[in-house]
């Protein structure tokens, strides 16, 4: 009787286990679904955008279009393996995108750099997602009015912090909605970018949104889990 109560046990703990590798690779390739329906989108809106500068700006399009170039490779990379970056190289991606952007939308969007510390490791794609939501959600989302994004890293007591804020329409945390009870369109990312930084670091994300103010979000990852 004993043998057959192990028995079972072992069986119930390899089907958990089983359960929970389901569900981490559902949420992979949700992940990857979304970045291959979004690409399309942002590519052409961002060749579209260079197009109109080309002529009379040849350099500042060249150099966009290298910074078009990063973004696409990093995204490849984050679909193709998923292994863990520097977080440096992570934030070569941010600027790139950022760059972009900031050409689309002009003036409205400013971007803050506070780096004090890049070394440690983070999932590629795992922050960028975030400067998106803050900038395609948050600032741009406040019309001509335009804002800022504070990109922080900082080096606490047993953790790497990475801060991204911004100034923009933020949401209700309670209810995940923005003006005008407007559901979040930013919530399906916050998601994956938390279960990917759980499950490759052991970190955790941190939301903090106030409608009107802005949102922070917060990532803290393990000294010990990031060698």
């Not at 679909?79 to 070569?92: A, K, W, Y």
Request: a negative charge; proline letters at 4%.
């Amino acid at each position: 009787m004993a043998f057959c109560v192990i028995d079972d046990l072992t069986d119930q703990k390899r089907q958990e286990e089983r359960l929970q590798e389901m569900e981490a690779e559902w949420k992979e390739n949700q992940m990857r679904a979304c970045f291959s329906l979004a690409m399309p989108h942002f590519l052409c809106n961002a060749l579209g955008s260079i197009q109109e500068i080309l002529l009379e700006h040849p350099r500042y399009a060249s150099s966009l279009i290298g910074d078009l170039i990063v973004h696409l490779r990093g995204c490849i990379q984050a679909v193709r393996n998923g292994s863990l970056i520097s977080f440096h190289q992570e934030l070569d991606q941010i600027k790139a995108y950022v760059n972009i952007e900031k050409m689309r939308f002009g003036g409205k969007l400013k971007v803050c750099y506070d780096i004090e510390t890049d070394g440690f490791s983070v999932p590629p794609l795992s922050i960028q997602p975030l400067v998106e939501n803050a900038i395609c959600h948050g600032i741009f989302g406040r019309g001509t009015a335009g804002g800022m994004v504070t990109i922080r890293t900082r080096e606490k007591q047993g953790f790497w912090m990475t801060e991204i804020a911004d100034d923009g329409i933020g949401f209700h945390m309670d209810t995940g909605k923005g003006q005008a009870g407007r559901p979040c369109p930013c919530s399906t990312t916050q998601e994956s970018v938390m279960f990917r930084i759980e499950k490759a670091v052991h970190g955790t994300v941190q939301i903090e949104s106030t409608v009107g103010i802005g949102t922070r979000v917060t990532v803290l990852i393990p000294k010990e889990k990031n060698v």
